[in-house]
């Protein structure tokens, strides 16, 4: 009984403490307003961190006033919104000149503001002092803001319907610990690393925490460069060189931080499977050990439906199936319910005429995860 107790109480104290964000109550927000001198509470706008300022981090970038490019480490203003049932935030980034109204009482207020050089906030300043705005105008913007803001949790919502489907649609994973094993069919693995039907996984890397804010990874082409005609636990290089430090800050931030990559050659290569079993978590270990954070990883070393399988059933853990990511979540992250609204996933499998498949993106749709290009997300 005591045993019981002691694992119930290692569980409860991992869950999210939910009622301080469902008791909390805003503080009511200052006025805006407009060049006339009249007052327009309703636009969605009516808070002081409802309008940001910064330089372009690239040219990415388009003005949703008139949608030309706004060029890298040019001055931008942006409008944001928050999506009122999954929580997160949008911006609606403008050129200065096409800075929609109402505008606050002071810039100061806004955020970024201070970091901007002396000559651009003498720009904002004289923008929101002598701008001639009338009531329709005003009228206008709340209108254009609204309707943005309404698209946008339309589509949300379209989004969460599919995802939602697609994940009910996977049955529960049947765990058990007798099932765990330290070698891969006839390959021997390394310390630390177990085999779980057809995945390898690292079983507890030092210092790693389980939690419910999950930042997810592709392994090659998204963290290690490598080449399918290089094999062994040295071919491979950092993807990016932010990557140790974005990696860090997440971990620092309270992030979980999981791997989860295919390798079907563990799996093809029947004469050869302890050569490619030491290759795959040999490039792991040592990309865990160059970037010096814990990291939990997934293998997935199952074959596709396509060629010489087809007409087989798709193994459940071969991305774009979740059963990799269902396998973490419930039965190697300590029972702690995982935020979506905080958690993503990073792939370079998109879909695109230069990517060898959709596996990355498809995989984040099937969870429900946010979906973001190793390029996009590492150099920003």
């Known amino acids: 009984m005591l045993s019981i107790l002691r694992f119930f109480a290692a569980n409860t104290c991992h869950r999210p403490n939910i009622f301080p964000k469902l008791f909390t109550v805003p503080a009511p927000p200052p006025p805006f307003r407009t060049a006339s001198g009249g007052r327009n509470p309703l636009l969605p706008m009516a808070t002081p961190e409802s309008i940001k300022a910064e330089y372009a981090k690239s040219n990415r970038s388009s003005c949703k006033g008139c949608s030309k490019t706004i060029e890298n480490k040019?001055?931008?203003?942006?409008?944001?919104s928050k999506?009122?049932?999954?929580?997160?935030?949008?911006?609606?980034?403008?050129?200065?000149?096409?800075?929609?109204?109402?505008?606050?009482?002071?810039?100061?207020?806004?955020?970024?503001?201070?970091?901007?050089?002396?000559?651009?906030?003498e720009a904002v300043k004289e923008l929101?002092?002598?701008?001639?705005?009338?009531?329709?105008?005003?009228?206008?913007?709340?209108?254009?803001?609204?309707?943005?803001?309404?698209?946008?949790?339309?589509?949300?919502?379209?989004?969460?319907?599919?995802?939602?489907?697609?994940?009910?649609?996977?049955?529960?994973?049947?765990?058990?610990?007798?099932d765990v094993m330290s070698k891969y069919k006839d390959a021997t693995l390394l310390p630390k690393w177990k085999a779980f039907q057809t995945v390898i996984f690292l079983e507890r890397d030092d210092g790693l925490r389980d939690s419910s804010k999950?930042?997810?990874?592709?392994?090659?082409?998204?963290?290690?460069?490598?080449?399918?005609?290089?094999?062994?636990?040295?071919?491979?290089?950092?993807?990016?060189?932010?990557?140790?430090?974005?990696?860090?800050s997440l971990y620092n931030n309270g992030y979980k931080l999981v791997i989860f990559t295919n390798e079907s050659n563990i799996e093809r290569w029947k004469k050869s499977r302890q050569k490619a079993v030491d290759s795959k978590i040999g490039r792991l270990n040592n990309f865990i050990e160059k970037?010096?954070?814990?990291?939990?990883?997934?293998?997935?070393?199952?074959?596709?439906?396509?060629?010489k399988a087809a007409g087989k059933e798709d193994d459940p853990y071969r991305k774009p199936k979740p059963g990799m990511w269902q396998l973490m979540e419930q039965h190697s992250n300590s029972g702690i319910t995982i935020d979506m609204d905080q958690s993503f996933y990073v792939g370079d499998a998109a879909g695109r005429k230069s990517d060898h498949s959709d596996a990355d993106i498809k995989f984040a749709e099937a969870i429900g995860l946010k979906f973001h290009l190793p390029e996009e997300y590492f150099k920003a």
């Open 128 to 178: 929101f002092e002598s701008h001639d705005c009338s009531e329709e105008k005003v009228s206008r913007a709340t209108e254009d803001i609204q309707n943005e803001q309404k698209e946008t949790e339309e589509s949300d919502s379209k989004k969460r319907k599919l995802s939602t489907s697609d994940v009910k649609a996977v049955v529960d994973i049947s765990f058990s610990v007798s």
């Open 291 to 307: 970037v010096k954070v814990p990291i939990q990883v997934f293998i997935a070393c199952g074959l596709s439906n396509s060629g």
């Open 83 to 121: 999506d009122k049932t999954r929580g997160f935030e949008t911006v609606k980034w403008h050129r200065l000149t096409c800075f929609p109204p109402p505008y606050p009482d002071s810039p100061h207020i806004i955020t970024g503001f201070s970091s901007l050089e002396s000559s651009d906030q």
């Open 74 to 80: 040019s001055l931008r203003l942006g409008i944001v």
């Open 214 to 248: 999950i930042a997810a990874f592709d392994f090659d082409g998204c963290l290690a460069n490598t080449a399918v005609n290089r094999v062994g636990p040295k071919a491979w290089s950092l993807m990016y060189q932010s990557i140790p430090d974005k990696l860090q």
